[in-house]
């Protein structure tokens, strides 16, 4: 523009052309505040609502690390503005209702012997549990045991009962898997009969790993399983159909493989997948792995 009064100072432009046009000059500024965010928020919104489908159970810390890993620039109450406008807050899972533990038992109780340490690497505690899950007319029982370090789900079975050799049928998977050290190993759970039976006891003796349980109706003392437990529920099983227990089988055992283990983000683990984590762990020089914690077999 080169009419006269115009040029020179461009603030004294802009307050000239505010003046002529009848508007403020903040509520010129205000303007342009309000369209520039516009664009930068839809494509974000475009991302986080491609995440949100893939992930339909992640929240919004989750789809911001998502993001961020993907090499986006993304605020986390940004994120959750607009998961919220959209509705994309994740869905949230049925309270639980059916009990797998029975405590009374005659079988021996022994002492949480993890209560105050934290693991320092892989094969130091590892934790078990027991859930259930449901089919169209029946209930079918799934055992895991996981590493208390990393997470991962390191053995598992699904069956239609819950005698000890549910248990023991996981405990088996992860011992082949691992292959943990003679005493350098933690087996926590809850005092439920299959963990207390005598066939379950002998496999931990025999490979001279440490029994630990927890406390009388003290599920943090388990939190760890107890939040994969939550997670399998939130993310594959509530509002599955199974037909048959083969269907269960095959579509659990996917979703531990290739979703738990390799591909969700874990908070504990600096939003990494266990796998990842584990790899990263090592190769790498600066963090001990496992051997660290001395464990007591008397």
Avoid at 260 to 268: D, E, I, K, M, P
């Amino acid at each position: 523009m080169t009419a006269a009064g115009t040029q020179g100072d461009p603030h004294t432009t802009i307050q000239r052309l505010c003046q002529l046009g009848g508007v403020s000059r903040a509520g010129y500024y205000r303007h342009f505040d309000a369209h520039a965010p516009a664009c930068a928020d839809a494509d974000l919104r475009d991302a986080i609502q491609r995440l949100s489908l893939a992930h339909r159970h992640y929240g919004y810390r989750r789809i911001t690390a998502q993001l961020r890993r993907e090499g986006r620039v993304a605020n986390a109450k940004r994120v959750l503005r607009l998961m919220r406008e959209d509705n994309l807050l994740s869905l949230r899972a049925r309270p639980f209702v059916p009990r797998t533990t029975d405590s009374r038992h005659g079988f021996a109780i022994v002492a949480n012997l993890t209560r105050g340490l934290v693991p320092t690497g892989l094969d130091q505690i590892w934790v078990a549990d027991i859930t259930y899950v449901r089919l169209g007319e029946a209930f079918v029982y799934l055992a895991v045991v996981l590493d208390a370090f990393s997470r991962k789900v390191i053995g598992w079975a699904l069956d239609d009962h819950l005698e000890a050799r549910l248990a023991v049928e996981a405990l088996d998977m992860a011992i082949a898997a691992r292959n943990p050290a003679p005493e350098t190993l933690i087996h926590h759970s809850d005092r439920g009969v299959q963990y207390a039976s005598l066939d379950y006891r002998q496999r931990l003796d025999t490979r001279a790993i440490a029994i630990s349980m927890s406390r009388v109706a003290n599920p943090y003392d388990n939190a760890k399983a107890e939040s994969f437990m939550k997670t399998l529920k939130a993310e594959e099983v509530n509002g599955k159909a199974y037909a048959t227990i083969d269907h269960a089988r095959r579509d659990i055992g996917q979703f531990i493989d290739t979703i738990y283990n390799t591909q969700r983000l874990h908070s504990a683990l600096g939003y990494k997948p266990p796998v990842e984590f584990e790899a990263e762990l090592h190769h790498s020089t600066n963090l001990p792995k496992c051997g660290n914690i001395s464990v007591s077999l008397n």
